[in-house]
């Protein structure tokens, strides 16, 4: 089958297709065709080798794994013999690394496409918005009637933070994003849209019960003026930048900045679970979210998509269109 490689780290010229083995599913697991996958920052990461501390786990000079992508949605080809909930045929989405690839094996993190959503709709969804929805509920605690600030507000994981924010029960979503984006914010639902480029939204008299930093890295003395009393900063993402640390550098200022003070900074890493995807396919499934796509791919363009989402001004989700039916 073709996956995509690479074998060291590096910008999108790392990036091959290849032949690789076809996978075998073990007696829990469901081989999955993958009809489309598409990108996210840890991708981008695992391809770059950034930032140096993430190399204790991804391999020190060059990747321990070949293989890249997590999101996928694709069709049941077989399953193992312990598995009681799928059948071959079955359309899912889900996560699983190497998921840039023809086929995968899956355990845990799958769940059924709902027929009024694509593939493509449905592979934007995994890694980003678990990402919102864990962020959110888990580490925000947000609750009915409160209000939410949404720093980062147009790419993958911060349309989905936006709408799930509405779906949770916000009284008040305020999107920030750059110019070109306020469209798209406010097609998503956000009630107010602060256009980064011409306002200064910590300079503002609003408050927020919760401020969700998705993208841009404003120091806590900036982001604390924003917060109610009892308010909570969630780090969902940081800058790229930040020497051998990368985003974590950005986190830690913030922690530090932040100790003495009454309102709440998490940061987190979100992680696949089957209820949370059964909750976003229900989401999909009542129009509660919907997928933002900016710009689809073939595998053998992957290069080319791994450069543009690089870039960091995405407007919603890169995908890439694996195979056909
Ligand atoms: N915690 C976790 O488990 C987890 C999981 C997934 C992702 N993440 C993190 O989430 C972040 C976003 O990921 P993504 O997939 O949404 O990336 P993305 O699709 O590239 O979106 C990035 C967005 O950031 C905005 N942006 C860029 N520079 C900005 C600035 N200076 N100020 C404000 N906004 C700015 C861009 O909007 P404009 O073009 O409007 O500037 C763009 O839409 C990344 O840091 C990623 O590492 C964390």
């Known amino acids: 089958m073709k996956a995509l490689v690479r074998t060291r780290y590096g910008l999108s010229e790392v ?3 290849m032949d690789v083995e076809k996978p075998v599913p073990a007696d829990n697991e469901v081989l999955v065709k993958v009809r489309a996958s598409s990108i ?3 991708d981008w990461y695992e391809m770059a080798g950034k930032p140096l501390i993430g190399r204790t786990q991804m391999g020190m000079m060059k990747p321990k794994s070949k293989r890249l992508g ?15 909930d799928f059948k071959p045929g079955d359309e899912v989405f889900g996560g699983r690394n190497g998921a840039l690839a023809e086929y995968v094996c899956v355990r845990n993190a799958v769940v059924l496409k709902p027929a009024n959503v694509t593939f493509e709709e449905a592979a934007a969804v995994p890694v980003a918005a678990i990402t919102a929805l864990q962020g ?14 949404v720093y980062g507000a147009s790419g993958g994981v911060g349309t ?3 709408q799930i924010a509405k779906a949770l029960g916000a009284e008040e979503v305020t999107a920030v994003c750059s110019t070109d984006k306020v469209e798209v914010a406010r097609s998503i639902g956000a009630d107010h849209v602060i256009d980064y480029t011409r306002e200064d939204f910590t300079k503002s008299n ?14 806590w003395a900036e982001c604390k003026r924003v917060l109610t009393p009892e308010g909570t900063l969630v780090i969902l993402g940081a800058p790229k930048a930040g020497g051998p640390l990368g985003p974590l550098g950005y986190v830690i200022r913030v922690r530090l900045a932040s100790l003495l003070s009454k309102q709440k900074v998490i940061f987190f890493i979100a992680q696949f679970n089957r209820p949370d995807m059964k909750i976003l396919a229900d989401m999909l499934e009542s129009g509660k979210i919907k ?7 073939a595998l053998s363009e992957s290069a080319a998509a791994f450069a543009y989402f690089g870039e960091g001004h995405a407007r919603g989700k890169v995908v ?3 195979s056909k039916g």
């Open 206 to 219: 609003r408050r927020y019960d919760l401020m969700a930093n998705v993208s841009g890295g404003r120091p």
């Open 136 to 149: 959110l509920r888990d580490k925000g605690n947000l609750q009915p009637g409160q209000k939410v600030l």
């Open 160 to 162: 989905y933070t936006v």
């Open 70 to 84: 997590v999101d996928f949605a694709g069709t049941v080809e077989a399953v193992g013999k312990d598995v009681l």
């Open 15 to 17: 990036l091959e297709v």
């Open 291 to 297: 997928s933002v796509i900016d710009r689809r791919f």
């Open 40 to 42: 996210n920052a840890a």
């Open 320 to 322: 890439i269109e694996v």
